[in-house]
Every structure is written in structure tokens, then in C-alpha cells.
């Protein structure tokens, strides 16, 4: 099993530019959500879904999109980039939502926002 | 709502000495989870522990253990005779069960461990 899988590594954009971070996972996880890492501030959680179709907004969602539309698939999407969006973005996926799963974690993208 | 707070910023160890990195814990829930995770410094989120808010047990596995005290609401933990490679970011992390949540962690804010050789 590859895990999870995240692509870009690494991308720089330009303020105003769109483009969507990808996440799959090959674990049959219904459960998958999207976190940024910012200098001192932890992980936050920005969007997650419970399975295809649904998703919900998590404690930073504002700037981003996303949908589900297959269990492998949670690709999130920056309408126009700004730079308070420099960041680092992390995937992660879980097996079951009652609180007790382990969550598995892509090696994330470093997005550079200019 | 429900909070963790890791009030070390950075630490800094020789090796070989123990060290503890604290967690602190806040929540209404009475079902709850709690986990660490390693972040070196190649960048990935490697998981270490969870723990249920129904097993106080101390954990142990090699140099690495964990005490969970639900009276002070920690869940710290200790890593003995430190190595060069046990520098890393450390984070703990909550979910709470009543709401679903493993997809909902609510990570502190890390500590950076530096060991020395």
C-alpha cells in the first residue's frame, strides 16, 4: 500500500492564482481530512470528509474548497491564492470516525504563495 | 471547546538525559482520545500513541512512556536515555468521541525537542 499520497511536494504561486493540492489514499478509508502547518501554530484543521459526497468545514476553512467525490480522492482547492496561504498542507486519512482511530498522514505540500 | 496546550516551546537535552514533554488537555467530553505524534525534521507526521479517556495505565514502549492523569488532564510524555535522532517537533493531539473525531484532531501547538550529542 502506498498510504497517503500527496502532490505537489512543493509549488510557488502568484497572488490571485488557483490551483488544487491532491490527496489520495489506497487504505479504503472513509474518513479523510486537510490540516495546514504555520510556523508555532500546530496543525489546523481546514476541511474533512466522512465519506464520498460529504464534506464539512473544520476550524480554518475560509479560502479553500473541497469535494469527495470517490473514497481514494479529497483534492483541495485554492480559488485565488493569498499569501496568508503560505503554508504547509498535510493530508490525513482514518478508518472510522468514533474518535479511537489512528489518523495516517501524507508527507504534505509546502505551497509558497508570492 | 476543546483545547491542547504544549507550554514548551523548545527543548533542548545532551544525549542521554531523560526529558518530559508536557500536555495539557481541555474538553467537555467524557469519551475522548488523546495521541502524540513525531514530526522529524524530513517533515512527515509519524504516530507514536493513542490513549482512551477510560485507561489511565501508564504506557511503556523501549525508551519511550506515556502518564495520562485525567485529575490534572496531562497526558505527558517521557523519553529516557535521549538520542540525536529523537530531535523532532512533537505533538500532542485530541479528539472527542461523542462528536466522531478522528478525522477532527485538535493538535497543540508542538515542542521542539533538540538532543545534543
Known amino acids: 500500500n502506498a498510504g497517503v499520497t500527496q502532490t505537489p511536494k512543493f509549488q510557488v504561486l502568484k497572488t490571485g492564482q488557483s490551483m488544487t493540492l491532491q490527496c489520495a489514499q489506497d487504505m479504503n478509508h472513509e474518513y479523510m481530512s486537510w490540516y495546514r502547518q504555520d510556523p508555532g501554530m500546530g496543525l489546523r484543521l481546514i476541511h474533512y470528509s466522512v465519506g464520498a459526497g460529504i464534506t464539512d468545514q473544520g476550524e480554518v476553512p475560509n479560502g479553500y474548497n473541497v469535494s469527495r467525490s470517490t473514497t481514494e480522492d479529497f483534492p483541495l482547492r485554492l480559488l485565488s491564492a493569498a499569501p496568508s496561504q503560505t503554508s504547509v498542507y498535510f493530508c490525513?486519512?482514518?478508518?472510522?470516525?468514533?474518535?479511537?482511530?489512528?489518523?495516517?498522514f501524507g508527507p504534505g505540500t509546502r505551497l509558497l504563495v508570492l | 471547546a476543546q483545547k491542547v496546550t504544549q507550554a514548551q516551546t523548545e527543548i533542548s537535552v545532551v544525549e542521554k538525559e531523560d526529558v518530559t514533554l508536557d500536555c495539557v488537555y481541555e474538553?467537555?467530553?467524557?469519551?475522548?482520545?488523546l495521541f502524540w505524534y513525531k514530526q522529524p525534521p524530513s517533515g512527515e507526521l509519524v504516530f507514536l500513541i493513542r490513549?482512551?479517556?477510560?485507561?489511565?495505565q501508564n504506557e511503556i514502549s523501549g525508551r519511550y512512556s506515556w502518564n495520562f492523569q485525567k485529575s490534572t488532564s496531562s497526558f505527558n510524555f517521557t523519553i529516557t536515555a535521549s538520542q540525536v535522532v529523537d530531535s523532532a517537533v512533537y505533538f500532542c493531539a485530541l479528539s472527542e468521541g461523542s462528536q466522531g473525531g478522528s478525522e477532527k484532531l485538535v493538535f497543540g501547538k508542538g515542542t521542539k525537542l533538540t538532543v545534543n550529542p
Open positions: 490525513a486519512s482514518t478508518s472510522g470516525g468514533s474518535g479511537q482511530e489512528t489518523q495516517y
Open positions: 474538553t467537555r467530553d467524557t469519551t475522548y482520545y
Open positions: 490513549r482512551n479517556s477510560f485507561d489511565e
